[in-house]
């Protein structure tokens, strides 16, 4: 079984390369401006730091996870009820380690 970690790494990635892709067919509902600053920000962090343990990765979670949230699928997407669920799986799992 994956750790905490890679899979918090796997989804966060997972939703910065649906949200690039968005954002280049132009569909994106969502502020264009505040969705390249998201994901600029997040893939930079992830990038520099790699948040290779447990703890580290819960706390950029929790400083992050609004970013995060911001940068899923909307509700008209297919993956929106299974990135949402995931989501708050691993928020749960956040919590947990850093309460």
């Known amino acids: ?14 939703a910065v390369r649906m949200r690039k892709a968005v954002m280049l067919e ?3 509902k969502m502020n264009a401006t505040l969705a390249y600053r998201h994901v600029d920000e997040i893939e930079n962090l ?10 580290l990765m819960a706390s950029f979670w929790q400083r992050k996870k609004y970013k995060i949230m911001e940068i899923l699928p909307g ?10 669920s995931e989501f708050n799986q691993l928020d749960f799992e956040a919590q947990v380690i850093l309460p």
């Open 46 to 55: 992830l990038n520099t730091y790699g948040y290779k343990s447990n703890e």
């Open 75 to 84: 509700a008209n997407s297919r993956a929106h009820r299974s990135m949402i």
């Open 1 to 14: 079984m994956e750790k905490f970690y890679q899979r918090a790494r796997k989804f966060t990635e997972k």
């Open 26 to 28: 132009g569909k994106s």
